[in-house]
């Protein structure tokens, strides 16, 4: 006889950049971030994760219960805005971050 299965499946996280773990894809833009001279913060709160600027320091401020995907999008999203070009970083996450930043600004262009 086969054994009764209970409780939900463990779903596996879809990778936010093919073939970069989500793990190591946010260890790698938490890197970028430090090289940046912005610190990320991740926190308990009523609050939508986002960069924000407290006096003269840059933070992006991670809700803790947030999702590994939604948070991973928050950071490459704020990352986006940035001079990050210069930076030693992996081709497909600068590619992506390049995209980003092309996407927000045709959003934000007045035709």
Do not use: W, Y
């Not at 996280?13 to 073939?19: L, N, R, S, T």
């Not at 940046?36 to 219960?65: M, N, P, W, Y």
């Not at 999203?77 to 940035?82: Q, R």
């Amino acid at each position: 006889m086969g054994r009764k299965r209970t409780g939900s499946k463990t779903q596996r996280e879809k990778p936010v950049i093919a073939g970069i773990v989500n793990e190591e894809l946010m260890q790698n833009l938490q890197d970028i971030a430090s090289q940046l001279g912005i610190q990320v913060r991740h926190e308990k709160g009523d609050f939508r994760s986002a960069g924000c600027r407290v006096e003269e320091k840059k933070l992006i401020i991670l809700k803790k219960t947030d999702a590994a995907e939604t948070k991973i999008l928050t950071l490459m999203s704020e990352l986006a805005k940035l001079d990050f070009e210069k930076l030693d970083i992996p081709p497909a996450i600068h590619d992506r971050l390049r995209l980003m930043r092309i996407q927000t600004v045709e959003e934000n262009s007045v035709v």
